[in-house]
């Protein structure tokens, strides 16, 4: 039986945490990301799974402000989320959410936006329709957002400056 375990990152899982993202995504534009935005101070929550000692998956959400109305509405964008390939389809993402989840409802957020496969993210309660009405360079179908409490529906969805560097294509 498999002891899978999650805890916060920590600045010695850096490299394990680089190479988890590399392996998942194919490529090295993840792993710069989360560089960017742990070192940008943007960093929220970020957990890593952890299996007979290794770093098997990782997510983290960084801070972003909905601006709305004259005022900036502090929310979080999870991305990304990494899983070792070879561990695919044994609840390491799913238990990443999860955990991910209760700490940022245990400190006080209440709006969490996602741009991913609805398939995948409408099990953990992130809604199309909850994102709909937000301006942002990355609506589309695929944005999606989860709201804990009072947050805005409308505004203007201003990412960490990382994603513009490492993500604007
Ligand atoms: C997406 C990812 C993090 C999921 O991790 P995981 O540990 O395999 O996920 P879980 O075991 O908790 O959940 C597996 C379920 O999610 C489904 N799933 C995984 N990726 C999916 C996707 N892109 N779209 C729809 N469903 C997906 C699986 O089919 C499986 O479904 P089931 O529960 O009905 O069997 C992992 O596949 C991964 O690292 N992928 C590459 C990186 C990536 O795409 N990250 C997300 C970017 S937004």
Redesign the pocket.
């Known amino acids: 039986m498999s002891m899978m375990s999650i805890r916060a990152a920590t600045p010695r899982d850096r490299e394990a945490i680089r190479l988890v993202e590399e392996h998942?995504?194919g490529q090295k534009a993840?792993a710069g990301l989360v560089d960017a935005l742990v070192s940008g101070g943007d960093a929220v929550v970020e957990l890593v799974a952890e299996e007979e000692g290794q770093v098997v998956?990782h997510i983290l959400f960084s801070r972003l402000y909905v601006e709305h109305a004259g005022r900036e509405f502090p929310a979080v964008a999870?991305?990304?989320?990494?899983?070792?390939?070879a561990?695919?389809?044994?609840?390491?993402?799913?238990?990443?959410?999860r955990e991910a989840h209760l700490r940022l409802k245990q400190a006080g957020e209440t709006l969490a936006i996602?741009?991913?496969?609805p398939?995948?993210?409408s099990?953990f309660g992130y809604e199309r329709q909850r994102a709909a009405g937000f301006e942002s360079d990355y609506q589309c179908d695929a944005l999606q957002a989860l709201a804990w409490g009072e947050a805005p529906e409308a505004g203007k969805l201003v990412y960490a400056t990382a994603f513009g560097a490492e993500l604007a294509a």
Request: charged share 15%.
């Open positions: 998942a995504f993840e998956g999870l991305a990304p989320l990494a899983v070792e390939p561990m695919h389809g044994s609840g390491i993402g799913g238990a990443l959410v996602v741009l991913g496969d398939a995948y993210y099990r």
